[in-house]
């Protein structure tokens, strides 16, 4: 007999990941990500790609997201640079509420896969995101 009520799908990931991984970026907001960095004793630099220097969150560095003029595929080579310049360092993608999404030729998810780097998107609030896992430490 067929099925008429809906399935019990959830659309957020139903297990977190311990750390973001190269190729596997994680969502936490702003506060989750400073106490998880504390807690696992970052040294590493970190830069914030958002849409407005001042929205840049405790001493990360800045990476500019949207630039008037510049289209999505300048955002893409400045980002480009960015990796090369620091090869060790840790991207945080600002999604958070009002923040303008970076402008990208690449969809998000693909480009962010493909820079092979830890990277962390921070939302507004990390149960919402469907597309990431949330980043939760196991201690």
Excluded: H
């Excluded at 990476?63 to 960015?82: D, K």
């Excluded at 690449?106 to 896969?113: I, N, S, Y």
């Excluded at 962390?120 to 990431?132: A, K």
């Amino acid at each position: 007999m067929r099925r008429k009520e809906p399935l019990g799908v959830t659309k957020t990931w139903e297990y977190p990941l311990p750390m973001p991984m190269p190729g596997r970026p994680v969502c936490c907001t702003e506060a989750e990500a400073l106490d998880q960095l504390r807690k696992i004793e970052f040294s590493e630099r970190i830069f914030l790609w958002t849409d407005n220097e001042r929205r840049t969150i405790s001493d990360w560095g800045f990476l500019a997201s949207v630039r008037q003029g510049v289209p999505p595929l300048g955002i893409e080579a400045e980002l480009n640079a960015w990796l090369t310049q620091y090869p060790t360092a840790w991207l945080a993608v600002d999604l958070r509420a009002g923040v303008i999404p970076p402008s990208t030729q690449t969809p998000l998810a693909k480009l962010l896969e493909n820079t092979k780097r830890n990277v962390l998107i921070i939302v507004s609030s990390s149960s919402d995101n469907e597309e990431w896992p949330q980043w939760k430490l196991p201690f």
